[in-house]
């Protein structure tokens, strides 16, 4: 007879599995694949599968960035945030503007990258312009 421990992990292990199957491709390569904007929403549901809600939002464009992101509470009837996402002609994230469960801008991140490509900070300002902090980045090869 399998014991408790062994059915958990078999249990736990195939919804490992089935997760991973379900997921398939990674989003940005199934943009790209299809040259087009790809919308995927996900949708939490009752166990016993008579309500569902969209939980999360995230808008691809046709080269395979993510250009719009939004989570939603209170079983999907509104905003918890939004983030849209700009990118320049080498495809770098330059900006990210995040905006509250008003749909009011709340604050804007920038970005700025080394020769290389390589992102080296991230400028962090508020909804009226001033800065109020910034991360920098520090890469070491070992």
Same mark, same amino acid.
Request: proline share 2%; aromatic share 12%.
């Given at each position: 007879?399998?014991?408790?421990? %062994? ?59 993510? %250009? ?34 008003? =749909? ?27 800065? =109020? ?10």
């Amino acid at each position: 007879m399998i014991s408790k421990r %062994i059915m958990m992990l078999m249990l736990f292990l195939g919804a490992s599995l089935s997760m991973a199957l379900a997921q398939g491709p990674e989003r940005p390569d199934m943009a790209r694949a299809k040259g087009k904007k790809l919308t995927v929403k996900e949708w939490k549901t009752t166990p016993d599968g008579r309500k569902k809600w969209v939980d999360h939002a995230e808008i691809y464009n046709a080269q395979g960035q993510l %250009i719009e992101e939004a989570e939603y509470s209170d079983f999907g009837t509104r905003l918890a945030w939004r983030s849209e996402f700009k990118y320049n002609a080498k495809g770098q994230l330059v900006e990210e503007r995040v905006y509250n469960e008003r =749909n009011k801008l709340d604050k804007v991140r920038t970005f700025e990258y080394d020769a290389d490509g390589v992102c080296t900070r991230r400028m962090n300002y508020s909804a009226n312009g001033t800065l =109020n902090s910034y991360r920098q980045f520090e890469y070491t090869y070992e």
